[in-house]
């Protein structure tokens, strides 16, 4: 025992740690900049950037690395590149590491929900704020532990360093048995030096899973290092510190019409019909085509949705519902056509030409069109007051305390006060897409897109969504476009039913008549077969 410690302390084998740890260090900070670069490369949208990076990939995994070191020490100087044994160790290490730490971090950001990104962008997040506070922080909880295992992995590879440099651990331990005899007490010796390097690394990999976990509060100082971390909430008088971005589009509009509250008064609802088409023009869409591949989506369709009127798009799945909601908000590119929103075209700068991805980004936020979409698609790594909040501080330059007033306004609102610090996970399916709505709703949009919000939830879920978005038809002023199935619903809420078929308007007109008297054969089977009221005909 006492020759075992006398190892344990020897200056020869600590060295030896020195260098490993040096050897270690090295490869892994170079093996993150290399795979940061390649998985970059890989994500990217150019084919050649990608090519190379596979190409790479290809050629640092299939090699062992003994012979990247060999030839990052042996051969590098025949092109005038001479480095030190722990520099070349390094180098070639980080240059094994890279592709492996870059498939990690490309699984990590694939991981992501796309739902997520998609909502991010119709928030109107800039690809940066997007990584930063979408994607970063859900793909790094979850590659915690596969960089945790390659560290450890890496540590054990620096032995092979022994075949360029004398100061490697293992070769000095080699070396001192040979010399002494004594194998097992120094190899035993030199393992636990291994065991502790490799301890220190799962102790590491436990803190930073534990400060990441969401069901804990962070606190401290580590804190403040967390790309989601919100500032603390200072106590700001009413109104204090409210963006201008965020009030820019509060602009006088026209007096909303307000919806009926007898809803089978037809009297009143034709009456309403007949003021909102007086109303300026709010969404105008013209000549739209979508395709994917051989598919036509949407074949030259149009579509003029006047202030404060509530559209219902009905159709069969596939006939382009939800494309044209996603290419009002130019979350799909169409393949021609143009869409206006207050008069000015989203996606497109003065001269016609395309806005890059950050300048889009900006004209959606500014455009003011919020987005409901199918599957709640809420930031599940954010509470429920943070998902509303976290929008308007990061896209609209919203002071806290105001994000944090509006979010839990909001929240009330849709009956959810009590629930405003609960993840995602721990909500219902009616929940999470009632946290959603408010999240659209939150920086005060002109228009509100629905993309089938009910057709994701359990048949008793579907009242309470249902319910407030009724609520919000009542209040009136609100520019709602809502794609659905739900036909009573769609008689209930909505001013004018227009349904679709192969990417085209078949019928349109006020809500009740088409959904009792249907003119177009097609419209007549989808209700039938939709279960419409049994006093549906076709109108002669």
């Known amino acids: 025992m006492n020759l075992f410690l006398h190892y344990l302390g020897l200056p020869y ?78 180098l070639a290490l980080a240059a094994n590491e890279g592709p492996f730490i870059a498939e990690i971090l490309r699984a990590g950001v694939l991981g992501v929900d796309r739902g997520q990104v998609l909502a991010g962008q119709a928030l109107g997040m800039t690809p940066i704020v997007l990584l930063r506070r979408v994607i970063a922080p859900q793909a790094i909880r979850t590659m915690i532990p596969a960089l945790g295992n390659e560290s450890v992995t890496a540590l054990k590879n620096s032995s092979l360093a022994s075949v360029i440099a004398v100061d490697e651990l293992t070769l000095r331990s080699t070396q001192l048995a040979s010399s002494t005899f004594d194998f097992f007490s120094i190899f035993f010796a030199s393992g636990l030096m291994y065991l502790v390097l490799t301890g220190a690394i799962t102790a590491i990999q436990l803190f930073a899973e534990t400060a990441l976990d969401l069901d804990r509060k962070p606190s401290g100082r580590f804190s403040r290092l967390l790309p989601w971390r919100r500032a603390p909430i200072a106590a700001n008088p009413p109104g204090a510190g409210t963006s201008p971005r965020a009030d820019a589009r509060l602009e006088p509009t026209p007096s909303p019409v307000p919806m009926p509250k007898a809803r089978d008064v037809h009297a009143e609802r034709a009456q309403r019909y007949a003021t909102l088409q007086k109303e300026s023009a709010t969404v105008q869409v013209k000549g739209l085509s979508k395709r994917y591949g051989e598919q036509t989506v949407l074949d030259g369709f149009d579509l003029t949705v006047r202030f404060g009127e509530v559209i219902a798009l009905l159709g069969p799945s596939g006939s382009g519902k939800s494309t044209l909601l996603r290419c009002i908000n130019h979350l799909e590119q169409s393949d021609s056509g143009e869409i206006r929103i207050a008069g000015k075209r989203l996606g497109f700068r003065v001269d016609g030409r395309p806005m890059t991805q950050g300048d889009l980004a900006n004209e959606r936020a500014s455009a003011g069109v919020g987005m409901v979409f199918q599957h709640f698609n809420l930031f599940s790594h954010l509470t429920a007051c943070e998902n509303i909040a976290g929008p308007l501080r990061w896209v609209h330059g919203m002071a806290p305390a105001d994000a944090e007033r509006r979010a839990r306004e909001l929240l009330e609102r849709v009956g959810l006060s009590h629930r405003a610090d609960a993840l995602p996970r721990h909500l219902s399916g009616g929940q999470q897409q009632r946290v959603a709505i408010a999240r659209a709703l939150a920086p005060n949009p002109r228009v509100l897109l629905l993309d089938e919000p009910t057709s994701a939830l359990d048949p008793e879920l579907v009242g309470e969504v249902l319910d407030v978005i009724q609520r919000l038809v009542d209040e009136g002023g609100l520019t709602m476009i809502i794609s659905t199935h739900q036909l009573r619903f769609a008689d209930q809420v909505a001013d004018r039913v227009v349904f679709m078929s192969g990417g085209a308007v078949v019928e349109q007109g006020p809500a009740h008549e088409v959904l009792t008297r249907p003119r177009h054969p097609l419209t007549a089977r989808f209700l039938s077969v939709m279960g419409a009221d049994d006093r549906v005909e076709v109108a002669s």
Do not use: E
């Open 13 to 90: 084998l600590l060295s030896g740690i020195g260098f490993t740890i040096a050897v270690t260090a090295l490869g892994l900070a170079g093996g993150l900049i290399v795979g940061l670069v390649l998985a970059s490369m890989q994500l990217s949208k150019v084919g050649p950037l990608a090519a190379i990076a596979r190409g790479y990939t290809v050629i640092f995994r299939g090699t062992p690395l003994i012979l990247q070191l060999v030839f990052a020490y042996d051969a590098l100087p025949h092109i005038g590149l001479k480095l030190s044994a722990l520099g070349a160790a390094g």
